[in-house]
């Protein structure tokens, strides 16, 4: 039982190039979501999936696509990289136990992307 | 104006050392999450609350609503106890499809030997 993976764990891009993160959990969860994590920031998120087929924008989704592939896969598109994309990407997933309204996030390590 | 407040920034203790970590919010909320991470590591989720306190192991964590206030208590500190601890909320006007959390700016811990 994995949890969250996310590859690949470090990544360097040249401005403009593109790239995909990619994220599996295999904990059957419905939710998704990408977060970026910047210094003396907290984290903010870039876009979600509330269930396979569906996503939405976040705080931050300007030069990003998502892709929710099925249940278990939700992917994140730099479609040109720019220098403000410096940062450090994580997926997490959350389940909904019946009858909760609340539950933790389960979170990947995290991908370091540095884009000059 | 971040609506979630950590205290301190940062903190140094000696092992054995008693710490405490606050957080505090703006909003009403439905949940606080307290996350931790290690350096140069993931995301681990610590404890969910609404109310009250909940302990595990060494860790306990409380939250007043009244006072939109909680506490990360760590008794006898480790050295793996050193990482950041984030504080997170869910306001109880982020309804819909969007767990819409908003997040502290982490309390960086480290416990010297």
């Known amino acids: 039982n994995a949890g969250v993976t996310q590859t690949p764990k470090f990544q360097v891009l040249k401005t403009g190039q593109s790239m995909t993160l990619q994220c599996a959990q295999d904990?059957?969860?419905?939710?998704m979501y990408w977060y970026r994590q910047d210094p003396g920031m907290g984290l903010r998120l870039i876009y979600y999936s509330a269930s396979e087929g569906t996503t939405d924008k976040g705080e931050v989704p300007n030069g990003y696509n998502v892709s929710r592939l099925n249940k278990r896969e939700f992917s994140l598109r730099l479609e040109s990289a720019a220098p403000s994309q410096t940062s450090v990407y994580f997926c997490?997933?959350?389940?909904?136990?019946?009858?909760?309204?609340?539950?933790?996030?389960?979170f990947g390590n995290g991908t370091r992307l540095t884009v000059t | 104006k971040n609506e979630v407040e950590q205290s301190p920034q940062n903190l140094t203790a000696q092992e054995g050392e008693f710490i405490t970590i606050n957080c505090s919010y703006s909003v009403g909320i439905s949940a606080l999450h307290w996350l931790q991470q290690h350096p140069g590591g993931g995301i681990v989720s610590l404890f969910m609350l609404s109310s009250g306190k909940k302990k595990h192991g060494r860790l306990i964590a409380t939250i007043n609503i009244q006072e939109k206030h909680s506490s990360l208590h760590i008794t006898a500190s480790h050295p793996r106890d050193s990482a950041v601890y984030i504080c997170a909320v869910r306001p109880t006007n982020s309804g819909g499809s969007n767990y819409k959390l908003t997040f502290g700016k982490g309390t960086l811990l480290t416990v010297n030997p």
């Open positions: 997490a997933s959350r389940g909904r136990p019946w009858g909760t309204y609340n539950s933790p996030l389960h």
């Open positions: 904990m059957n969860h419905n939710s």
